[in-house]
Every structure is written in C-alpha cells, then in structure tokens.
C-alpha cells in the first residue's frame, strides 16, 4: 500500500485506505479512468502515483470525515444506509444524485484546496477533502 | 436552535411496545391544568399490526377492521396519506406503487367518501426520474374531488423545490404553503424542509411564519384549525430531525384556538398526543416503515420487519370533523 496518500488518522481511515487499492496512473490519462479499480498497488515511484479513496457513508456520517488526498485523486463514496443521501459540495463542484443503498459517487479532485461537502437531504452531515 | 418539549418525557414514545402509556405526566401537571393521564397515550404499532388507541373519549385510532364496520360519522370526512417515496425499490417495500395503491384502494372503499386528501410530502424517493408522475398518475383513480399537498425533504432537496413547485404547488403561497377554509374549518399546509441548513430539524422560516400570522390573525378562536406539514412540528425524536426547530413559533400562534389538529408524516409510524387544545398526530407511510425513535443506529426504512407484517405498518388517516365537536376523530388504518 502506497504511503503516499496522508490519511488522517483515524484506525477507520486506515482501513479506508487499504480497501482503496492504489493504482499506478499512467501519465497522459485522465485520472478518473485510472482509480479505484481494486487492482493491487505497484510501488509508488513517481509523482504522477494516485491513489483512490473511499468513503463510507454509514449512521448518517461520512467516514472517514476528513479525508487528505494527493491531487489527482479520484474520490470514491459509498452510501451504506438504508436512507439515501447526496455527496454535495459546498461550493457546487459537484454533487451526486440521491444515492441509495449500495450505490456509490465518485470525484476527481485535480487543484489543490480545501473541499468541504455536505448532503443535501440532510445537511448536517458534512465532510472535508483536504487535495495537496 | 429553539426545540419544543412537551411535559410529558419524549422516550416513552420510544418503546415499540402496545399501550405504551405516559406515567410521568401525574407527577407534573401541565399549565393548562389537563391531567395528561387521561389525555395522552402514545401509540406504536403492535405485534399484529393493529393500531388501538382511545384518548379520553375523544381521539380514536382504529384498524380498518374496526372502523369498516362503523357508520359514518361527522360533517365531513377527510384522509391523510403521506411518505409514499415512488421510487423507493429496496427492502422491505419494493413495490411502493402497489402498496399505495392499495392505500388509494382502502380509501375509495370508505363508506363516506372523504372530501378530500391531503399529502404530507415525501410524494418521490430522494427526486427519482419519473416519481411525480407515477404518484399523480395513480392519484388520480381517487374517488376524492382534490389532494392537498406539501412537500418533504425527499420532494425538493435537489432543486429547492422547483419541479415540486411547478407540479403541486398550484394555488399556494411562498413556496407551497397554503390555507383554506372548508365548512367552517381552517386547513394550514406548511412547508418546513426547505432550510434545513446546519441543522438537522425541519424549519418553517420567518417569511412563512410572519405569512400563518397574518393567514390566522383575522380567525375567531373558535375556528378548528388543522395544519398540516411534513417534519413533526412537536419534538417527536429531535436526535434523528424528527422535530422541526422554528415549530414552537407556529405552535405559539395556535394555542388560541379552540381546536388544533396537527398531522405530520415523516416518521413513517404513528404517534400522537394531546396538548391543550391541540392534538398532534403523524402518519404511517404508504411505503415503508421506520424504526421507533431510538430503535435503531439511525433512521430509514426499517429491514428487519417480517414481511408478511409490512402491511400492518403501512396505512392512512381518516379523520372526521363533528361540528361542535372537538378535537377532531382521527382513525388510522393499515393495509394489512
């Protein structure tokens, strides 16, 4: 597993990042054909490497809520409640449609900066990803 | 955030047990001077999905069972039905259409053919493509003249409710809420899921508070007054948003009527009490059911109920309106 993506700490983010299987990005590729795709990592060599990573949406929260990725990232949300919710940013970068059970969103996040999320049926629920 | 709590102690509504009975309210009487104990009962569903309460003579919740078999009683009658979530296709409903067509089938089998229905929201599953038409499509095999609707969160959260709007919000004021006499009776629709922001209540705003002051100024206190709204309006469970947070302001400018009725949905289980001169009583979903307050890590369709006992979950509100008469009879009945 790559060491280049700064999890925060949380034993759960830990567990995010493993189950988010690297992917050696090829340059000159779009990033968001390349992540997520649960093939196993290579080791990091350049600074083109991405990382996918994964969210859990479960008991109303997203888990992990901070989330530091490498640019290039392609950020991957999976509601696992019965309930649905949306991956919204708070700046309308994006936003997903209602996502039910099982269903899952995915990000790419390409600039630097801190992007702060929410769902939009229920707006307490919020997030941060941190892209450096 | 201003949250309304009634004397009575909210986590006995919690028990998902029959006859679950307020024991705390003798030890406090209210300021009204009520004793609660002959007032208040809370209901949950029973093991056999039947829902059975009688509050001081004067609210009833029935089965269908009980109430067919019953004349026709009051001026008029009218059905409130609510979170039907077209779009919904998991466990433990994945027919949402049937189920509410079945609720449409009970109702037109009413030996008095209500005057009307109102929706409390949550007519789509989280904005699915094609989820209003399928709900107004199968609306209209109601043998009722019109539905009054407001909105849930489900209803409006992707497009602040501009599609709910263009749909159902006809003859409504601000953005959807409504009022309209019948028979000398004040209906109140509310709109309280348009600004949840940071909070996790309901919320009705000032613009739609400062309008149901003006709406209710010129009313005689003898007016029955029924609002209706989507989020509870009392503070039914506010951990998981089952209260709405500006509610106490609307409460505050009913408590001058003689009769109040307040139904909400949402919540996808009954529960009701008396407050006063108002009655506050939510819904069951056509859809599907969720969990008690506190019955679960959070809310949402509720999985683990039996299938061959979803149906006692699921139903409608009759409720009769006796002039003279107050509070209004408010009978629920299951699809089962």
């Known amino acids: 597993m790559t060491s280049r993506v700064p999890f925060t700490s949380k034993p759960s983010a830990w567990r995010a990042a493993v189950?988010?299987?690297?992917?050696?990005?090829?340059?000159?590729?779009?990033?968001?054909?390349l992540a997520a795709q649960g093939a196993p990592s290579a080791p990091p060599v350049t600074a083109a490497k991405v990382a996918g990573s994964k969210i859990s949406i479960e008991n109303f929260e997203?888990?992990?809520?901070?989330?530091?990725?490498?640019?290039?990232?392609?950020?991957?949300?999976?509601?696992?409640?019965?309930?649905p919710h949306t991956v919204t940013s708070s700046a309308k970068l994006f936003?997903?449609?209602?996502?039910?059970?099982?269903?899952?969103?995915?990000?790419?996040?390409?600039?630097?900066?801190?992007?702060?999320?929410y769902c939009q049926l229920h707006p307490h629920m919020t997030g941060t990803i941190v892209v450096k | 955030v201003t949250e309304w709590?009634?004397?009575?102690?909210?986590?006995?509504?919690?028990?998902?047990?029959?006859?679950?009975?307020?024991?705390?309210?003798?030890?406090?009487p209210s300021e009204d001077g009520?004793?609660?104990?002959?007032?208040?009962?809370?209901?949950?569903?029973?093991?056999t999905g039947v829902l059975l309460t009688v509050s001081g003579g004067v609210l009833s919740s029935r089965t269908l069972a009980h109430a067919a078999g019953a004349p026709p009683e009051g001026d008029f009658s009218f059905v409130q039905i609510s979170d039907s979530h077209i779009g919904f296709s998991a466990e433990p409903n994945r027919d949402v259409t049937a189920t509410l067509q079945q609720a449409i089938g009970k109702i037109n089998a009413l030996q008095s053919v209500p005057e009307f229905v109102l929706h409390t929201g949550d007519l789509s599953h989280s904005q699915k493509p094609g989820a209003f038409d399928t709900l107004a499509e199968?609306?209209?095999?109601?043998?009722?003249?019109?539905?009054?609707?407001?909105?849930?969160?489900?209803?409006?959260?992707?497009d602040g409710g501009k599609e709910y709007l263009n749909r159902f919000?006809?003859?409504?004021?601000?953005?959807?809420?409504?009022?309209?006499?019948?028979?000398?009776?004040r209906f109140v629709g509310l709109v309280n899921v348009l600004t949840f922001k940071e909070s996790r209540l309901g919320s009705l705003g000032p613009e739609q508070l400062d309008w149901l002051k003006q709406d209710l100024g010129g009313l005689s206190g003898s007016t029955p007054v029924v609002v209706f709204a989507h989020v509870p309006l009392w503070a039914v469970y506010p951990q998981w948003g089952w209260a709405t947070g500006d509610g106490e302001q609307a409460l505050a400018l009913l408590r001058r009527f003689g009769s109040v009725t307040v139904l909400n949905g949402h919540i996808h289980q009954v529960m009701q009490k008396v407050e006063g001169n108002m009655t506050f009583h939510t819904a069951m979903s056509t859809a599907f059911p969720q969990p008690p307050p506190g019955g679960a890590p959070s809310p949402g369709p509720w999985k683990q109920v039996p299938e061959d006992r979803v149906k006692s979950m699921l139903g409608l509100t009759q409720v009769n309106y006796v002039e003279r008469k107050s509070p209004l009879a408010i009978i629920d009945s299951t699809l089962a």
């Not at chain 1, 936003?95 to 999320?117: I, R």
């Not at chain 2, 009520?34 to 093991?47: K, N, P, Q, S, T």
Request: some cysteine; hydrophobic content about 30%; glycine content about 12%.
């Open chain 1, 19 to 33: 189950t988010g299987a690297a992917l050696i990005a090829l340059l000159g590729l779009p990033a968001s054909l």
């Open chain 1, 62 to 83: 997203f888990s992990p809520r901070t989330v530091t990725v490498p640019v290039g990232t392609m950020v991957t949300w999976t509601n696992n409640d019965g309930e």
């Open chain 1, 95 to 117: 936003s997903s449609s209602g996502l039910d059970e099982g269903e899952s969103f995915s990000y790419t996040f390409a600039s630097p900066g801190t992007y702060t999320y």
């Open chain 2, 5 to 28: 709590h009634s004397p009575h102690k909210e986590d006995n509504m919690a028990e998902p047990t029959i006859d679950t009975h307020d024991d705390q309210s003798t030890d406090h």
């Open chain 2, 34 to 47: 009520i004793d609660r104990r002959g007032f208040l009962e809370c209901m949950a569903w029973a093991g």
């Open chain 2, 138 to 158: 199968n609306l209209k095999s109601l043998k009722a003249r019109q539905v009054f609707y407001v909105p849930g969160e489900h209803d409006v959260f992707a």
């Open chain 2, 169 to 185: 919000g006809g003859g409504t004021k601000g953005k959807g809420w409504q009022s309209f006499d019948y028979k000398g009776v």
